[in-house]
C-alpha cells in the first residue's frame, strides 16, 4: 500500500471520529481543541462540532463589534487613518441605542445646537466639544433643520447620518450579522467567526475592538471578566445593569388624556423569577399630540439578571414586550383618551445601562471619580452630566477624572480593545455616558489604527504617541500646566 493510501485512510478516520454524534444523555464524550490543547468535553452538557473550513468574509487591519456610538466612532477612527475597517452590527442599522434603540438623549445633543457645539453648560472644564463627538453634533443638526424634534424620527436621523459616515470614511459593513466566536491563535485574538444569511464567515483582523456593551468577545476569548453586584446600587441608581426598552403608542386624544389615570393604572409583574418591571405612564411625544411614548423599565436594582446570559435576556425581551401591549390595552379600557389608542412601534432590542465587562489592566471606580484621579495614560477627561447627577445624589463631589488608557486593554488576551461599556470599570454603568463613550470609541480606534501601523499589541502601545495623535484631534487631556507633566508640552 502506497504512502498516499495511508493518507487517505488517516484523513477519512479523522472526518469520521469528528462526525461522532453524542447522543442526548450523554453516552459519550469527545474532545475539544483550543490554542492547541486538547480538552475533555462533557458529553451530558456539549456537543462536538466537526472541523470545517470556514469562508473569509474579509481580511482587515481592524474589525469592530458592535455598531452603537462607541463602536462607529472606533471604526470611523481606523478608517479615517487609512486602516482597512470593517464593522459588524447585528442589527440592520447602526446607531445603537440612539439609533433603532430609540433612547434619544437631549442631554447629548441640545435643544440649541450651538449651545452644544459650543459646549454643553456643564462643560465648563473642557470647554468646547470636539473631535468625532462634535462631528456627530454638527452633522445631526445640519440634518434636523427645520424639523420639530420628536424622539422617533430622531433616532432615524440618527441612523442615517451614522451610516452616511461611516460609508464616507470607507468603513465595510456586516448589517444583520452576528459577532460570534474569536479566531484565536494561543491568548492573541485574530479576528472574528460570524453569522448571516450566509452562515458561519471569517473575519480576520491585526486588532479587534469589542464594543458590544457586555464586552462579548472579550469574554469568549477568555479575558477576566467583571461582573455586575447589587451592592453597586450604592453609587448609581441605574446599577446593578439597569434595562429596559422604548415603545410608541398612536391614536390617543391628547385633549381628553387623563395622566394621572395612566399612572394610577401602571403595575409592576414579574418576569421567570429574574426581575419585575414596570413604566411610568405615557410620555409627552412633541409634535403630535395623539403620539405618547412609553419607557418600560426593570425595577431597579436587578442583580439576578446578566445581560451576558442569552436565557435572560430572551425571557426578558418576550416579558417586557408582553407588559408593553398589556399596557396598552388597559390604557384603551381605562383611560379617557385612549379609546383608539395602538402600539405604533417598539424598539427591536433591550437597551441596558451596565453588564459584564473587562477586568482590564486598570479598573476605574466611582471613588476614584470622587477623588478627581489623575493618570499619566489619560485618554479623555470625564466628568459629564450623569456624573453631575450621582454628585447630586450622593451629596458627594464628584471631580473631573482622568479616564487611563489601560481600562480598555484586558488582562490575559492580546489583539484585543474594549470599548464603551465593555470597558473596564465599577459599578458597571460608570463608563455608560454618552459622550464619553463616543470619546473613548474614538480614542479606542484610534489605538488600533496606531498598533497596525507600529505593529505592536494594544498593550505595548506607546500611550505618548496616542494621547498626541488625540490632542491633534481637539481631545482635552487637562489644562496646559498638566499637559506639561505629562511630557505633551515643550
Not at 433603532?100 to 437631549?106: A, C, E, I, S
Not at 476614584?368 to 456624573?387: L, P, Q, R, S, T
Not at 461599556?421 to 496606531?450: F, H, K
Request: a neutral charge; charged letters at 25%; hydrophobic letters at 40%.
Amino acid at each position: 500500500m502506497c504512502r498516499h493510501d495511508w493518507k487517505k485512510i488517516v484523513v477519512t478516520i479523522t472526518v469520521l471520529l469528528c462526525s461522532v454524534p453524542i447522543m442526548p444523555g450523554g453516552q459519550k464524550s469527545g474532545t475539544i481543541s483550543a490554542n492547541g490543547q486538547v480538552a475533555r468535553c462533557p458529553a451530558s452538557t456539549y456537543v462536538l462540532e466537526p472541523a470545517k473550513c470556514v469562508p473569509v468574509a474579509y481580511d482587515a487591519d481592524v474589525v469592530v463589534a458592535g455598531g452603537g456610538f462607541s463602536g462607529i466612532a472606533a471604526a470611523l477612527a481606523t478608517a479615517r487613518q487609512g486602516a482597512k475597517t470593517v464593522l459588524i452590527e447585528r442589527q440592520g442599522a447602526v446607531g445603537g441605542s440612539f439609533g433603532p434603540g430609540m433612547h434619544f438623549q437631549k442631554v447629548f445633543l441640545q435643544d440649541d445646537p450651538n449651545t452644544y457645539i459650543k459646549g454643553a453648560p456643564y462643560d465648563y472644564v473642557k470647554g468646547e466639544v470636539t473631535a468625532i463627538t462634535r462631528e456627530f453634533a454638527e452633522n445631526f443638526f445640519a440634518l434636523h433643520a427645520g424639523r420639530k424634534s420628536c424622539s422617533l424620527a430622531d433616532s432615524k436621523l440618527c441612523s442615517y447620518m451614522t451610516l452616511k459616515m461611516l460609508k464616507e470614511a470607507g468603513v465595510e459593513l456586516m448589517l444583520c450579522c452576528y459577532a460570534c466566536d474569536p479566531i484565536m491563535q494561543n491568548n492573541k485574538v485574530c479576528g472574528l467567526f460570524v453569522e448571516n444569511k450566509s452562515g458561519r464567515q471569517a473575519v480576520r483582523a491585526k486588532v479587534v475592538i469589542d464594543a458590544t456593551g457586555e464586552a462579548d468577545i472579550c469574554r469568549r476569548a477568555g479575558a477576566p471578566i467583571l461582573r455586575p453586584k447589587e451592592s453597586y446600587h450604592e453609587y448609581d441608581s441605574h446599577a446593578p445593569t439597569g434595562i429596559g426598552i422604548w415603545a410608541i403608542v398612536a391614536g390617543i386624544d391628547g385633549e381628553r388624556l387623563d395622566d394621572s389615570k395612566v399612572v394610577e393604572i401602571s403595575w409592576k409583574e414579574g418576569i421567570d423569577d429574574l426581575a419585575e418591571v414596570t413604566c411610568d405612564g405615557l410620555r409627552k411625544l412633541a409634535p403630535d399630540p395623539s403620539l405618547r411614548a412609553i419607557k418600560v423599565q426593570l425595577v431597579r436594582p436587578h442583580p439576578k439578571v446578566d445581560a451576558g446570559d442569552a436565557k435572560h435576556i430572551s425571557a426578558l425581551e418576550a416579558g417586557i414586550r408582553k407588559y408593553v401591549i398589556d399596557f396598552v390595552e388597559r390604557c384603551r379600557k381605562h383611560v379617557p383618551g385612549c379609546e383608539n389608542a395602538y402600539l405604533l412601534y417598539i424598539a427591536p432590542y433591550l437597551c441596558a445601562r451596565g453588564g459584564p465587562c473587562i477586568e482590564g489592566e486598570y479598573t476605574l471606580t466611582m471613588p476614584e471619580c470622587y477623588e478627581g484621579k489623575k493618570f499619566d495614560d489619560v485618554i479623555y477627561v470625564y466628568g459629564e452630566a450623569h456624573a453631575l447627577r450621582w454628585q447630586a445624589e450622593q451629596k458627594v463631589p464628584f471631580k473631573w477624572t482622568d479616564v487611563p488608557y489601560r481600562v480598555m486593554i484586558p488582562r490575559k488576551v492580546d489583539g484585543i480593545i474594549a470599548v464603551g461599556r465593555s470597558a473596564s470599570c465599577i459599578p458597571d454603568t460608570l463608563l455608560r455616558i454618552c459622550e464619553s463613550v463616543i470619546y473613548m470609541g474614538q480614542a479606542g480606534g484610534t489605538a488600533a489604527a496606531l498598533c497596525v501601523r507600529n505593529d505592536v499589541e494594544p498593550r505595548d502601545l506607546n500611550v505618548k504617541q496616542l494621547q498626541k495623535k488625540l490632542l491633534a484631534d481637539g481631545f482635552y487631556l487637562g489644562d496646559e500646566n498638566r499637559l506639561a507633566e505629562l511630557g505633551l508640552r515643550q
